[in-house]
């Protein structure tokens, strides 16, 4: 809750500073991430083992989309800091297929994370600059399960969601190529989650093929590394 | 360009699930065929005429299969349901007027044990039909 507070509180700062002013961009960083999710996994065969017939499942939230916008301001030469829109998806999917219907099992996680972040350069030789950076963000966290079963004589489709807000912290490194009005480069770095509670409302399964209830909590667990492409657009330049 | 990069990546977001549509296919050989037949007591008789009510018994042996249900059909319309594997009624031919050469059709929907998906909830019958010529006619 501590950690919740912190972030909001200095999201509302950054937001009440300028920065379209001069030395301030916008970045967009595209990549992977990989998730630990080691409950969803661990969810996703309960529910596999509650099936009338051997579901087999695919890949287990495999390292999927993840990319963040980011709207920054250059403090100094060494400094750079801003507020920042991330996103990440993942997923688990499972299917069994005869002549007679098939069975869907899916799970499609997705995280949509605000908060601030700070880069401080390390090294700079010629027009290339590697920085460290750290990323604080609060994330909602979204689980949308669906179990689709579909026979000539038998039809049910059945939905179950999962949410939660966490706080998230990332730290990693970049580096970038300066040109005149952009920057290019890469970014990669670890992402922590500090995990919460996912709710649910089990009240939606009722009418499932199997009982699509958590035996056990489900924390959050976005954990993992992230790398990505990223473009810097400097909207003004320090003179 | 910048906002049509910032608007590409706006657009670019509602897309970007996580999507899987792998399939897992499963040939499915039945091994287990349990032999099904219908007896009734107009069994052996290849013409029936009957100017009367007519008492139809029947007797569906499954050994330890599952029937779902029985239907008794006249030509096309039904005259009895039931989902017992043994069962009898009077027919009655003032209940529903029929004279003249008619078919007496009993369909028995039966689970197949093919282990398949729909067999495996309950959603596959299979069914087995058996006829009987039957005249109808009024003495006049």
């Known amino acids: 809750m501590r950690m919740i507070k912190i972030i909001l509180l200095s999201l509302t700062m950054m937001i009440s500073t300028q920065v379209t002013g001069q030395s301030s961009g916008l970045s967009i960083t595209g990549g992977l991430g990989t998730y630990d999710m080691s409950d969803f996994k661990y969810y996703h065969d309960v529910i596999l083992d509650r099936m009338p017939v051997d579901v087999k499942a695919g890949k287990y939230f495999p390292a999927y989309t993840n990319f963040k916008i980011n709207l920054l301001r250059k403090k100094s030469e060494k400094i750079r800091y801003g507020i920042l829109y991330g996103y990440s998806t993942t997923g688990a999917h499972a299917n069994y297929t005869d002549y007679s219907g098939y069975i869907n099992f899916d799970q499609i996680v997705t995280a949509h994370q605000v908060g601030l972040n700070i880069y401080y350069s390390l090294v700079k030789v010629a027009n290339i600059d590697i920085s460290a950076y750290g990323d604080l963000k609060l994330s909602y966290i979204n689980d949308e399960v669906n179990l689709l079963v579909k026979t000539n004589y038998y039809f049910n489709n059945s939905n179950i969601k999962f949410n939660a807000i966490s706080p998230f912290a990332e730290s990693g490194l970049e580096a970038i190529v300066n040109l005149k009005k952009a920057s290019i480069g890469i970014e990669g770095g670890f992402l922590h989650d500090f995990s919460r509670v996912m709710d649910t409302d089990d009240a939606l399964t009722a009418d499932a093929l199997v009982n699509m209830s958590a035996t056990e909590e489900i924390q959050s667990g976005m954990s993992g590394l992230r790398v990505g492409l990223k473009a810097i657009f400097w909207l003004s330049q320090s003179p | ?140």
């Open chain 2, 1 to 140: 360009m910048k906002i049509l990069t910032l608007l590409s990546v706006i657009l670019f977001i509602p897309s970007c699930y996580y999507n899987d549509m792998e399939v897992y296919e499963v040939d499915i050989t039945p091994s287990n065929t349990l032999p099904i037949s219908i007896t009734s007591n107009l069994t052996g008789n290849d013409s029936i005429t009957i100017n009367d009510s007519l008492f139809f018994e029947y007797n569906i042996d499954y050994d330890t299969g599952r029937v779902y249900y029985a239907n008794l059909f006249i030509d096309d319309y039904l005259i009895f349901q039931s989902d017992s594997i043994s069962n009898s009624l009077w027919i009655n031919p003032s209940d529903f007027n029929p004279i003249g050469l008619f078919e007496l059709n009993m369909v028995v929907y039966y689970k197949t044990y093919s282990g398949s998906l729909a067999d495996k909830l309950n959603a596959e019958p299979m069914a087995l039909d058996t006829t009987w010529q039957i005249d109808f006619y009024t003495l006049e």
